[in-house]
């Protein structure tokens, strides 16, 4: 059974840090966070691969950090400087192709408060 397990989201205060965890049952090829906010369309803020991370949203650059360890089939989502823009349900997804993941996470509740 495929599964995602997020979990290291929180409430923390503006310029706080949070570090983001997703398990998956496996090692998958390709993974990334997405995040919601109430009323708002899914973004995606970074993808990876086995070798390969990148961050896609413009407004997180130079404050959130995306790696893998798959060893432990995990990715990580490392945020600093948090905003309450931020604030989201951060949610995890994977696949076993680049542009292909079906799978989700039930995601993580970060909230940024001022």
């Known amino acids: 059974q495929v599964q995602l397990v997020e979990s290291g989201g929180g409430s923390v205060q503006v310029g706080g840090s949070l570090r983001l965890s997703c398990v998956g049952s496996?090692?998958?090829?390709?993974m990334a966070w997405y995040r919601q906010s109430s009323g708002n369309e899914r973004e995606l803020i970074a993808s990876?691969?086995?070798?390969?991370?990148?961050i896609e949203l413009d407004s997180v650059k130079g404050r959130f950090t995306v790696s893998r360890d798959n060893p432990k089939k995990t990715m990580f989502l490392q945020m600093n400087s948090l905003e309450p823009e931020d604030t989201a349900v951060y949610l995890c997804?994977?696949?076993?192709?680049?542009?292909?993941?079906?799978?989700w996470g039930q995601g993580t509740q970060v909230t940024v408060s001022s």
């Open positions: 997804n994977a696949g076993d192709a680049s542009h292909w993941r079906p799978y």
């Open positions: 496996k090692n998958f090829y390709s």
């Open positions: 990876t691969t086995w070798s390969q991370t990148q």
